[in-house]
């Protein structure tokens, strides 16, 4: 991540995202669809506080479709909008009209009362680094201008971008911290690649994914690294120095490089290579007590 979320930080971020908020009448949330919980600011709730929401679940493409469905099923439940994107080709992205000309249809309504016919419904993009605001807004505008990443001091001047009848969205997204408090969560958004491994030992965050899979996706881990079903009973570590060997990270003496062999499987794992993988589930252990729940195993 380019941003060290010091507490000074956070409060710019969050005095940033209220100045931007005051100028629109809904949020596009983008939480990453293979975990949403995890790459969902802490303080969300309490920051949008009333405006209504659109949660769009990005990267739909390298999630789990299975999960990608319950996600959208837990969302519809809560009575929140809720959509699949993938800003690469564009998936689900053409729906979000609708899907929020349904949820304002009060506003509408409010509006058409009080003789307010003219002005469009404004939206904005907030999610957490790297969770794909960018791409979202420069698909939806069907340019690549905007400026990517989250660089400090690139500002420039507020622009809309008119979508279909009735929405027009803040060029600019809000950027907030991710929850990375807690160490599962912070293992959770290194595998995903929204924070970058250094803040984590590589070799930890990769131990952890190939953990996970054993548990929720060996077929996909067997199949990628041609390993036995025997394999499976190994201890993570075992098969990380199994995924080097076999991948040619071997040092003098026989030695195997496992961060060499960690940085392999991270960039498979995130590039889509092993398989389309959710890295949470409705109902899941840590997130069982309240929503946002940061307890782990
Ligand atoms: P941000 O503004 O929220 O920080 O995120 P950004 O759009 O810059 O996206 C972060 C990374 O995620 C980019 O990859 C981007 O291409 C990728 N990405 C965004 N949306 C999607 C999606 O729906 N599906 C997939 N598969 N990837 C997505 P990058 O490696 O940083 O850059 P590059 O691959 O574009 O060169």
Redesign the pocket.
Known sequence: MSIQWFPGHMAKARRQVTEKLKLVDVVFE?LDARLPISSRNPMMGEIVSQKPRVILL?????ADPKANKMWVEYFREQGVGVLE?????G?GVNLIQSVTDKLLQPLFETRQRKGILTRRVRAMVL????????????RLAKRAATV???RPGVTKAQQWIKIGQNLELLDT?G?LWPKFEDHGVGLRLALS?AIKEEILPIEEVAVHGIAYLKERYATELMTRYKLQDSAMEEEAYDLLQEIGKKRGCIQRGGVVNTEKAAEIFLNDLQG?MIGRISFEYPGDEFFTAEQGVQRDE
């Open positions: 983008l990005t990267k739909c493409d390298l994107v993938d800003a690469k080709t998936k999610g957490i680094p790297n969770v794909g605001k960018s791409s979202l807004i420069n990517t990443g989250d997204p950027i690649g889509g």
